[in-house]
């Protein structure tokens, strides 16, 4: 079992940033590829990026390529999200997922946070 929690969500304008944080307990986190999913009122489950479990690959939705940026720190057991250039359609709740193999579909991933909101204004 991996326990995620999220952190680092909030209300920013257009044009600014926010890092999100994923925090990991339980089994060897570095033992998971991680990524990050969004949720948008009334929209599907989206992928936002994944990182290999040595972090050493990365993959990104088009709509944030150059924009977002995932990284991961094992020894302290934590992901993150750098989130650049935010647009109000980024808005969404934000999730951290983790799997011993998985890629960009939200079912392959066995463990999820419980999500952090990130607001963007216009």
């Known amino acids: 079992q991996v326990q995620l929690v999220e952190s680092g969500g909030g209300l920013v304008q257009a044009g600014g940033s926010l890092k999100l944080s994923c925090a990991a307990s339980?089994?060897?986190?570095?033992?998971?590829?991680m990524a990050w999913f969004r949720q948008a009122p009334g929209k599907e489950r989206e992928f936002v990026a994944r990182i290999s479990r040595s972090g050493g690959v990365t993959y990104y939705a088009d709509s944030v390529k150059g924009r977002f940026t995932i990284s991961r720190d094992n020894a302290k057991n934590t992901g993150y999200l750098q989130m650049n250039s935010l647009k109000p359609e980024d808005t969404a709740v934000y999730y951290c997922?983790?799997?011993?193999?998985?890629?960009?579909?939200?079912?392959?991933?066995?463990?999820w946070g419980q999500g952090t909101q990130v607001t963007v204004s216009s």
């Open positions: 997922a983790a799997a011993p193999r998985a890629y960009g579909t939200a079912s392959q991933y066995d463990y």
């Open positions: 339980g089994r060897t986190y570095s033992a998971y590829d």
